[in-house]
């Protein structure tokens, strides 16, 4: 298969009343796994990767990676830049084949970030592909975590209806109490603002921190407009713990057995996810 546009997963989930996960992928196995359990689930899903994650593997190289593996599952999927820095690393992804893209100027000004995303837009529709923007900062819970701002400020509908019409964007993150990393305390989402911005936008929203959020909240979220799930820090979790505990208990000590092992921890988180999301059987 080809990887699709992640705006026609998200228009049928938006209508559909349920929800898409994006999960993040770094390389070949965690890709190769997400793919798997989307298929074996008939599950839409989003594979999603960013700075963070270009560390080590590019976003070119990335993006052929995942594609080689596509080929080999029937799945309904995107592949995703979360929080692009730049311009010019949204087109090095369009040129490595990812069929959606963020452009995270949330927090720069309010104009500085429609006009990138215009920007942005003019990049990705000659190629069909998808275009997220943020509006409002989305905070993170400690300082260990590496996405997010320093401090939260929640998305204005008043504004957001201007941002998204002038933007031209496909899907818009917004910051309704939601926060990246492992929450410390249960969150407080906003549904009053989240139901206002589904009316004034008019498209499907994104809830980024979607670890930890708790099911009935989950829900009720989605069936106010949130069509994407970002879900990054409980697979971090997971993986990073099972290797942590085999290595400590002296278990696994040849590195691919061991990655092997922590990938089925993974897997679970996945599973759990698509579940949670509705989006079972969805593909």
């Known amino acids: 298969m ?50 963070w994650e270009f560390t080590f593997t590019g976003p070119r190289q990335l993006g052929a990676i995942a594609q080689a593996l596509a080929a080999h599952y029937e799945v309904r999927a995107a592949l995703h830049l979360d929080h692009g820095e730049s311009l010019e690393q ?56 590496v996405e997010g701002a320093e401090e939260s400020t929640l998305t204005d509908p008043a504004k957001a209806a201007e941002f998204v019409k002038r933007s031209g964007i496909d899907a818009l993150a917004v910051s309704i109490g939601n926060a990246h990393g492992t929450y410390t305390t249960l969150p407080r989402l906003d549904f009053e603002r989240l139901a206002q911005l589904r009316e004034c936008t008019g498209i499907p929203l994104v809830l980024h921190g979607g670890s930890g959020t708790p099911p009935e909240d989950l829900r009720k979220a989605i069936s106010l407009g949130i069509a994407k799930i970002n879900v990054a820090t409980e697979i971090m ?10 290595w400590r208990d002296g278990k696994n000590m040849w590195v691919p057995i061991a990655q092997a092992a922590a990938m089925k921890e993974a897997e ?16």
């Open 2 to 51: 080809k990887f699709l546009p992640m705006a026609e997963l998200l228009g049928r989930a938006f209508k559909g009343g349920y929800g898409v996960p994006s999960f993040c992928v770094w390389n070949s196995d965690s890709i190769e796994l997400t793919l798997r359990t989307a298929a074996r689930l008939k599950a839409p899903v989003i594979l999603m990767s960013g700075p």
């Open 90 to 145: 949204v087109g090095e992804c369009l040129a490595g084949g990812y069929s959606s893209v963020m452009l995270d100027f949330s927090t720069r000004p309010f104009e500085e970030n429609i006009q990138g995303l215009q920007q942005a837009v003019r990049l990705a529709r000659p190629r069909g592909a998808t275009v997220e923007g943020e509006l409002g900062l989305i905070g993170k819970v400690d300082d260990l975590t």
């Open 237 to 246: 979790n997971a993986v990073r713990g099972k290797l942590m505990n085999d």
């Open 268 to 283: 679970k988180v996945q599973e759990k996810w698509i579940h949670l999301t509705g989006a079972a059987g969805r593909g």
